[in-house]
C-alpha cells in the first residue's frame, strides 16, 4: 500500500468540466502504472483511464475516450483526469490506484493501492 490523496471532485452542471489530481509521496511513484476509477451508489467500481509509467500507454473506457483525458507529472508525483462534457451519469466517487506492474492496467485487481475518493456530482 502506498498513499494517495485525491483532489479536484465537485458539483457541476452538465456540460461543464472538472480536472481531478492524485498526489503521490514518499515512494517512487515513477514506477507504477495509474489508474481512475469510478464507483456510484450501488454499482460496482469500474474503470475510467489509466496510463503507464512513462505515461506511453493510455487506456479509456469507452463511455469516457472522447470526453476524459489522463495524463502525470512524475516530476510532481500526480496524475490528473481532465473530464470534459461532464454528463448526470459521470456522477460518482472518483479512485485513483496505483500498480506496481507499470502498465496501463484496466481491471480493480490489477491494482495494490487505492486513494479514498473525491466525490464527482454532475446535474442536469
Known amino acids: 500500500q502506498v498513499p494517495l490523496v485525491e483532489s479536484g471532485g465537485g458539483l457541476v452542471q452538465a456540460g461543464e468540466s472538472l480536472r481531478l489530481a492524485c498526489a503521490a509521496s514518499g515512494w517512487r511513484f515513477d514506477l507504477f502504472g495509474m489508474g481512475w476509477f469510478r464507483q456510484a451508489p450501488g454499482k460496482e467500481r469500474q474503470f475510467v483511464a489509466s496510463?503507464?509509467?512513462?505515461?506511453?500507454?493510455?487506456a479509456y473506457a469507452e463511455l469516457v475516450k472522447d470526453r476524459f483525458t489522463i495524463s502525470r507529472d512524475n516530476a510532481q508525483n500526480t496524475v490528473y483526469l481532465q473530464m470534459n462534457s461532464l454528463k448526470p451519469e459521470d456522477t460518482a466517487a472518483y479512485y485513483c490506484?496505483?500498480?506496481?506492474?507499470?502498465?496501463?492496467?484496466?481491471?480493480?485487481?490489477?491494482?495494490?493501492?487505492w486513494g479514498q475518493g473525491t466525490q464527482v456530482t454532475v446535474f442536469s
Open positions: 496510463i503507464s509509467r512513462r505515461s506511453s500507454n493510455k
Open positions: 490506484a496505483a500498480a506496481t506492474t507499470g502498465g496501463a492496467r484496466t481491471r480493480v485487481s490489477d491494482y495494490d493501492s
